[in-house]
Nanobody, 123 residues
Framework: QVQLVESGGGLVQAGGSLRLSCAAS????????MGWFRQSPGKEREFVAA????????HYADAVKGRFTISRDNAKNTVYLQMDSLKPEDTAVYYC????????????????WGQGTQVTVSS
């Protein structure tokens, strides 16, 4: 099993920045990729960004390209999501996920999920 713990959410004004962190523990050797997803009330969980643990493959949703940056620290088994130029429509619960067979953007492919962290962007 892999455990994921997110941190860094909060309330920010439009145009501001936040950085989310996700620390993985447990059977981390089984992970080949990690990603960030988000879910707003009444909506399905959607892909935000993901990367392979080797760093050779990175994916972003069109809605966040140029504003969000995903990165990793392999030594700390931690993945980050730097969110800049935040918009009210970015408001959601953000979830970190880990994949044993990295697929990139597919929600259903991910094997482990964190508890989520709330991001609220005020206008």
């Amino acid at each position: 099993q892999v455990q994921l713990v997110e941190s860094g959410g909060g309330l920010v004004q439009a145009g501001g920045s936040l950085r989310l962190s996700c620390a993985a523990s447990g059977r981390t050797f089984s992970i080949t990729g990690m990603g960030w997803f988000r879910q707003s009330p009444g909506k399905e969980r959607e892909f935000v960004a993901a990367l392979s643990w080797s760093g050779s493959s990175i994916h972003y949703a069109d809605a966040v390209k140029g504003r969000f940056t995903i990165s990793r620290d392999n030594a700390k088994n931690t993945v980050y999501l730097q969110m800049d130029s935040l918009k009210p429509e970015d408001t959601a619960v953000y979830y970190c996920a880990a994949d044993e067979y990295y697929s990139g953007t597919l929600v259903v492919s991910y094997d482990y999920w964190g508890q989520g962290t709330q991001v609220t962007v005020s206008s």
